[in-house]
């Protein structure tokens, strides 16, 4: 059964820190590549970080340098430690498998992220 809940979110102000989790049923993360994704009202949603599953990250150009995105494989969470916050940021986060399109059946309610100016 797969089942991916994401925790974390909340309001901050420009150049703040929040750290998301993911907790994730039906992978085993030392064996795919869990990314994080982000929805903005009115906009598509888009990946922003990956990591494979021999811990090799890869992130969007416009938050490379400030988010960090890790995994403890034993307790099958996915977290994203995003520093330097910036209002572009403000979007629903969500996890999935990498590549995972708005057909994926198994999206999570996800975790709202504010950043005021």
């Known amino acids: 059964q797969v089942q991916l809940v994401e925790s974390g979110g909340g309001s901050v102000q420009a150049g703040g820190s929040l750290r998301l989790s993911c907790a994730a049923s039906g992978y085993t993360f030392s064996r795919v590549c869990m990314g994080w994704f982000r929805q903005a009202p009115g906009k598509e949603r888009e990946g922003v970080a990956n990591?494979?599953?021999?811990?090799?990250?890869s992130y969007v150009d416009s938050v490379k340098g400030r988010f960090t995105i890790s995994k403890d494989n034993a307790k099958n969470t996915l977290y994203l430690q995003m520093n330097s916050l910036k209002p572009d940021d403000t979007a629903k986060y969500y996890c999935?498998?990498?590549?995972?399109?708005?057909?994926?059946?198994?999206w999570g309610q996800g975790t709202q992220v504010t950043v005021s100016s």
């Open positions: 990591i494979g599953g021999d811990g090799m990250a």
């Open positions: 999935a498998p990498c590549g995972a399109r708005m057909g994926f059946p198994y």
